[in-house]
């Protein structure tokens, strides 16, 4: 469950003068963690159920009909209003009645639900009743007369009354006081456990509920639980496994991008050749100088659908969203973590742990006849990153086992032509890459970044203060830190596969002055096995279920910012088996 609809920005006036929304005591007696992510950090996200509470309330979300001041009112007064707004300091609460009924003096809060009314003796669950029961009290402190209340279930199209007893009042104001306390506390209450509430809930992939539970310390005292296996029944899967859109990638030479309807129209010299739906778009990728209009660009903003602007060789340039994430708080652990110097190597040992275990199961999977030793060593590196006492340590146990992996790259190239390799590699170089394996790797180790970056700016994070890599004018570190342990198990393995498949060939690249780029054609067709890759579906190893490399982003992006303020001890990154 979730309100059908985001805070309003007029919701922040109200909150700065203590007034909470009798729809967010209904969120708080409902979950408090729900309460916490949509009422103080801002979260919110449509399902849905939610997008059916909107659809329900289009009709009285508009003010409409006349509602009289209480000392007007006379017996021959007949009340229909619409979208009435009330509030009381004193109360400390606000809200905004749906539909406001009388007769005879008295008054009657109407409140529009979706669904139908549970089989209960009180006839609705008490979320719905203590939030009911407070916009009556909010009538009685603007002076009306009410002792009653009335839930309307639109799908049942029934009305179900909610008198205002003493125990009804009593536990509306003893909840209405918890909710202002937990918020100015500013402290996220734990996930419900096992809750069957969860699944119906719009922020379940923010809140994360059971992979909480299951890494959170004071659940299994002295230390962390272990990890989960595949089909562990401790998780459920209520995330879905994948997006149901993707990236809009536009490339070429002056395009431009507008919007018509829910339409996307990419356009070269004012000719429109092609469209996309906006509900199949997650990101807009602009490479080179291609444009997009003002409409456009305030359409994808409202839709929290960023647009990435990219050189025409793929190099982040620019990030347009909508302003920073709302979650200062987050932000705010996040810097203050990151000048604590021993919390700042934790994390970027778990980084670099979770690059070399990957790095190491890739070489594994894929090399012919990679030596035993070779197996060892990285065992080892990462063995002795896991010690390390200082960064300058940890930075050289990681290149190191970077200088091991790529010296065995090779080994995993199975595409030849009469004897000749087509793809040549001795050696990682880049800045610029001298050849088309690392022209290759460069490439997608920069989408990679540009969808870490974005995971984690939708979690509320700021993108450029790492902990691992050090911060720098115009460096995404913290982006960079995300997308460590991804490296091979992304990148490489889209560069390995589409080699020795012959999706890439030589002519696919450019070369000028010892530099190595790809032509238009061939950066389509890594973007295509790019995002085969990102869509492909992998069973978690901690979690035990199957979604896509896309969501580990966004789940991984989530654990850490867990870790950051404090409700997760220790990050376990991403590895595979």
């Known amino acids: 469950m979730a309100n059908p609809e985001p805070i309003e920005v007029a919701h922040e006036q109200e909150a700065r003068e203590n007034l909470l929304p009798a729809r967010m005591l209904n969120e708080y007696a409902y979950c408090p963690r729900l309460f916490h992510l949509e009422y103080v950090d801002q979260q919110f996200r449509h399902n849905s159920d939610t997008l059916d509470g ?18 007007e009112l006379s ?10 707004l009330l509030s009381d300091h004193e109360l400390g609460a606000i809200a905004r009645i749906d539909l406001l009924e009388g007769e005879d003096e008295k008054v009657v809060p109407v409140d529009y639900k979706r669904g139908k009314p549970p089989d209960i003796p009180e006839g609705a669950y008490e979320p719905e009743r203590v939030q009911v029961c407070l916009q009556g009290l909010l009538l009685q402190r603007n002076g009306y007369s ?9 799908e049942a199209q029934k009305r ?22 937990a918020a100015k506390s500013g402290i996220l209450p734990p996930p419900l456990v096992q809750s069957p509430k969860c699944g119906r ?19 299994a005292p002295g230390a962390l639980r272990p990890p989960a296996v595949a089909g562990n029944s401790d998780v459920r899967r209520l995330i879905p496994a994948r997006d149901d859109g993707m990236p809009l990638y536009v490339q070429g030479y002056a395009r431009s991008v507008g919007i018509s309807g829910e339409l996307l129209e990419i356009r070269e010299k004012g000719k429109v050749i092609d469209r996309v739906k906006l509900l199949d778009v997650t990101q807009l990728c602009l490479f080179g100088n ?52 021993s919390y700042t190597l934790a994390l970027s040992k778990a980084f670099v742990s979770g690059k070399i275990r990957n790095c190491r199961t890739f070489l594994r999977r894929n090399a012919h006849d990679v030596p035993k030793e070779t197996l060892n060593r990285l065992v080892q590196w990462r063995g002795r990153a896991d010690r390390c006492e200082t960064m300058d340590q940890l930075l050289g146990c ?30 990682r170089n880049r800045r610029p890459p001298r050849d088309p394996v690392n022209a290759l790797l460069s490439f997608l180790y920069s989408m990679l970044m540009k969808d870490t970056l974005s995971s984690a700016t939708a979690v509320g994070m700021d993108p450029y203060l790492g902990f691992y890599h050090q911060s720098h004018y115009g460096r995404p570190a913290l982006a960079l830190d995300l997308m460590e342990e991804f490296r091979p198990l992304v990148a490489d393995s889209v560069a390995i596969a589409m080699i020795n498949n012959g999706e890439i060939q030589p002519f696919d690249f450019v070369s000028r002055a010892g530099a190595t780029g790809l032509t238009e054609t061939g950066r389509r067709h890594v973007l295509a096995a790019y995002e085969r890759r990102m869509d492909t579906l992998i069973t978690h190893p901690l979690f035990g279920y199957s979604i896509s490399y896309r969501r580990v982003l966004e789940v991984q992006a989530r654990l850490v910012s867990r870790c950051i303020t404090g409700e997760l001890e220790r990050y376990i990154p991403f590895c595979t088996r």
């Open 54 to 71: 909107r659809l329900i309330h289009r009709r009285v979300d508009h003010e409409k009909g006349v509602a009289p001041g209480p000392t």
């Open 75 to 84: 017996k021959q007064d007949t009340i229909h209003a619409r979208s009435v």
């Open 146 to 154: 009410c002792d009653q209340g009335v839930l309307y279930f639109a």
């Open 160 to 181: 179900v009354p909610v008198l205002f007893t003493e125990i009804l009042v009593q536990r509306t104001l003893e909840l209405l006081a918890q909710a202002r306390n």
């Open 201 to 219: 809930c719009s922020l379940v992939s923010i809140c994360l509920p059971d992979e909480t539970n299951l890494l959170r310390s004071d659940l």
């Open 290 to 341: 291609n444009q997009i209009s003002a409409q456009a660009l305030r359409e994808l903003a409202m839709r929290e659908i960023p647009i990435i602007h990219l050189s025409s060789g793929g190099w982040l340039v620019a990030v347009t969203t909508q302003p920073p994430h709302k979650n200062i708080e987050l932000r705010k652990a996040q810097f203050a973590k990151s000048a604590d110097l």
């Open 398 to 427: 990681e290149g190191m086992a970077a200088r091991e992996y790529f010296s065995h790259l090779p080994q995993m190239l199975k595409s030849r032509n009469g004897g000749n390799i087509l793809f040549d590699f001795h050696s």
